[in-house]
């Protein structure tokens, strides 16, 4: 209460300017999410030239484009672990570290199999960049297209090299650059180094004011008095998982229930509408559509990662003003208008003996479209979403779930496309994942309400109605809010 009252205090005409050292560090920090998009996107483009170096499979180039899914849980791990115990900054300089090894070995790569072991060490620093939100993803997925088309005009042997060993170099930057940033304050306070903790926050907040009810904040959650004013205290460690696994999967409320099925569809459906199977085969699917030179393939996959990256900054001013529920939908809507159109655009041309001009360009059009509306909703909302339903004591196991499960439907979309468009053909796959948006926007409509603008407390009482959606108006009236908060009260009687 005391926090608030001195917030309330804060006059907003007298508003410090933006710290910018403090930018540039979150700026620093968030590089790790243009590495993990650039190994995401640059296989898009060195898988062409891989297969024709080295003479493998589409069985083995699946395998190849879609393992680092199922690696990057492991490196989640590892990051959580290191995280508390080395802190966030050498984190950040390992996943650099993790990403340089990783870029150096499929660069240096004489065969497969040594390629498959960089890719090892790419995958498990992917699961540490997804430490911290991926913000610049899609940004490192366009550099990865742009790699691509300048390093394909060189021999072969040579192109697909540079291309994955060229990430070695901001991989480096960053783990020597991440040292001048200051430790994390939540993790000095955590291991009772209160000096150094106020010392950084006075130096990466706006004023005074701010560094202070930030340090209170932070001394609250880890259960120090904040009449506490040493510079090194003892911190009793707490277990954060004790009995969260109980409530999850055991002896959940209706409410719980209802928020754990939601984060785990709305990751699975995120990546079972077919997202990496652009991302990764962007230029196969150009190829079918009747795209025959590979300057012309490269250039239509770089107008994808564009797409992509612009389309994220529309969300960002649509997400709060829209809400998410809503946009949402609308991204599926668009989802399943562009995939039945990719559908039967390359159909058309699977049955046609010759080029058709009106196909290629409904096709580019129809994957752009795709990638768009993905990237303005689908993608950036559902980890907004799945990390803010959960309450605070089940937020981090929740939120880990939603994120494993989104890694294996990707990297199992990703090492079964080939394969699958061989079976059903590349428009039959299309319209598999247009069925599958059709069964997404239906769990959306009925499984997710509207989160925008309300309290832990609102989103949590939201829940527990299952296939309808509880009108938004009651819960600003006062029965609907003695009612809201008996329900949310209810649900948090586990405990």
Not at 103 to 130: E, K, Q
Not at 272 to 286: E, H, K, N, Q
Request: hydrophobic letters at 50%; a positive charge; aromatic letters at 10%.
């Amino acid at each position: 209460m005391a926090v608030d009252e001195a917030a309330s205090m804060i006059d907003p005409k007298n508003k410090p300017k933006r710290n910018k050292f403090a930018l540039a560090c979150a700026i620093l920090a968030s590089m790790t999410s243009i590495l993990l998009g650039y190994d995401i996107g640059v296989m898009s483009g060195a898988a062409l030239y891989i297969q024709r170096d080295l003479k493998v499979s589409d069985v083995q180039i699946e395998i190849l484009s879609g393992i680092i899914n199922l690696y990057s849980p492991v490196g989640s791990f590892i990051a959580g672990r290191t995280s508390d115990w080395i802190g966030r900054r050498y984190t950040i300089a390992l996943a650099g570290v993790i990403f340089f090894v990783g870029a150096i070995l499929m660069g240096f790569s004489p065969n497969y199999a040594f390629l498959m072991f960089g890719r090892f060490f790419a995958g498990v620093g992917i699961g540490f960049a997804f430490l911290i939100a991926p913000i610049f993803l899609n940004g490192g997925i366009l550099i990865g297209y742009i790699s691509n088309y300048g390093f394909s005009k060189l021999p072969l042997r040579l192109g697909w090299r540079l291309m994955l060993g060229v990430g070695a170099v901001p991989a480096i930057f960053l783990a020597v650059a991440v040292l001048a940033m200051p430790e994390s304050p939540r993790w000095l306070v955590a291991q009772g180094r209160l000096g150094e903790a106020k010392r950084i926050l006075h130096k990466i907040s706006d004023s005074e004011e701010e560094a202070r009810l930030r340090l209170a904040d932070i001394k609250d959650t880890a259960g120090i008095p904040q009449d506490c004013d040493d510079d090194v205290v003892l911190v009793t460690k707490r277990s954060h998982g004790q009995g969260v696994w109980k409530e999850l999967f055991l002896h959940p409320s209706r409410a719980v229930c209802h928020i754990f099925i939601a984060s785990l569809g709305i990751h699975f459906f995120a990546q079972a509408t077919g997202i990496d199977a652009v991302v990764l085969y962007s230029p196969r699917i150009f190829q079918n559509a009747g795209i025959k030179s590979d300057n012309y393939l490269l250039l239509a996959t770089v107008a994808v990662g564009f797409v992509k990256t612009a389309s994220v900054l529309v969300a960002t001013f649509l997400l709060d003003r829209a809400g998410r529920r809503v946009l949402l939908l609308c991204s599926v809507s668009g989802l399943i208008l562009s995939l039945v159109t990719l559908g039967v655009c390359l159909t058309v041309v699977g049955h046609s003996g010759s080029t058709l001009t009106w196909a290629i360009g409904l096709s580019i059009a129809a994957v752009l479209a795709y990638a768009s509306t993905f990237s303005i909703g689908s993608g950036p909302i559902t980890w907004v979403y799945s990390s803010e339903i959960f309450p605070l004591r089940l937020r981090a196991q929740g939120v880990a779930i939603g994120a494993v499960v989104n890694r294996v439907t990707s990297g199992v979309i990703s090492m079964t496309f080939l394969s699958l468009c061989k079976a059903i053909t590349t428009g039959g796959a299309f319209f598999l994942f247009a069925g599958v948006a059709v069964a997404a926007w239906i769990f959306h409509y009925t499984m997710l309400p509207e989160t925008r603008g309300k309290t832990l407390e609102e989103i949590e009482g939201s829940f527990g109605n299952f296939w309808r959606n509880p009108k938004p108006k009651g819960l600003h009236c006062a029965n609907g809010d003695a009612q809201l908060r008996s329900t949310a009260q209810t649900s948090t009687d586990v405990d």
